[in-house]
């Protein structure tokens, strides 16, 4: 039996190398770019914390494995036609704007099984190669070399055409993204965060610019857990002066206080001052 010279096998075994780390590299490519889809496929939170609902997204997404990103990719994004939409609906208090905001994939369902096996093959492949390539070939021999080099170009390929088709989906996701954003910057949804009047003319009173407003006044004022409506007004008036009643429908200070249900209003003398007097029926304790 012939004795391998070690000069012989150093060359296959170097280019081994080279395609495995090649593959390795295009397996990192697709997780890097698959966990950035998943961090802004669906974001929601309160106008407080949606700035913050990104970064948590990412974080959330970063240590996962292949296999997770590619379940939540097909369990999220990528939806099968006529499935059940998933409940992102989640409790949060009632004098708050609360956004859900999500993009979504709908393939026929013999596309989107097709997808999911694929998407299973190539989890099994990278698997494959960190785990048990070594175990599979002979990498001691110039025949072994050579077969793992032809193993490691066929996965390469098919790891790059699933890069490809991810990519095409991200695409997808950024024209849904900026299409989103387009609607987001638009007057009507800025007026309905600020402000609470939906697209509709409706007021939601709970969440409206003037209420929250008013809430300031009545901190910044309050005597005794009550504030002078009129002394409020003219707080607002100095600190918020876009916020007016004429901007909901209503004539005076005191219909905004009605209308809006968010405050108990009596009239009596307080501290030696009679007037209008008002305080945050959350903050009433009688």
Not at 55 to 78: N, P, W
Not at 134 to 162: K, M, N, P
Not at 196 to 212: E, F, L, S, T
Not at 238 to 259: A, D, F, L, M, N
């Amino acid at each position: 039996m012939a004795v391998l010279n070690q000069t012989d096998i150093v060359g296959p075994q170097h280019e081994v190398q080279r395609l495995l780390g090649r593959c390795l590299l295009r397996v990192q490519q697709y997780e890097r770019l698959l966990k950035a889809m998943i961090a802004v496929q669906k974001l929601s939170g309160t106008p407080e914390t949606l700035p913050h609902a990104l970064d948590a997204r990412k974080a959330e997404a970063s240590d996962k494995t292949l296999g997770t990103l590619v379940g939540r990719l097909m369990g999220d994004y990528i939806m099968k036609e006529g499935g059940e939409l998933p409940d992102d609906t989640a409790s949060h208090p009632g004098d708050s704007i609360h956004f859900g905001f999500r993009m979504q994939l709908n393939l026929p369902a013999e596309s989107y099984e097709a997808i999911k096996a694929d998407l299973r093959e190539l989890v099994t492949l990278r698997n494959t190669l960190v785990h048990h390539f070594i175990e599979l070939h002979d990498l001691w021999t110039v025949d072994g070399c050579l077969r793992a080099q032809d193993a490691l170009t066929r996965s390469y390929a098919e790891i790059d055409r699933h890069f490809e088709q991810l990519g095409n989906f991200a695409g997808h996701m950024e024209e849904a993204r900026k299409a989103a954003a387009e609607v987001m910057q638009s007057p009507q949804f800025l007026d309905m965060v600020v402000n609470g009047i939906g697209p509709d003319g409706q007021i939601h009173w709970p969440v409206a610019g003037i209420v929250g407003a008013l809430r300031k006044a009545f901190w910044e004022l309050s005597i005794d857990g009550w504030v002078n409506l009129d002394a409020a007004a003219r707080w607002v008036s100095e600190h918020q002066p876009e916020q007016t009643p004429q901007k909901y429908g209503c004539s005076r200070w005191r219909q905004v206080i009605h209308e809006s249900g968010q405050f108990e209003l009596r009239r009596f003398t307080h501290k030696g001052q009679f007037g209008a007097w008002f305080r945050d029926r959350s903050n009433a304790t009688d």
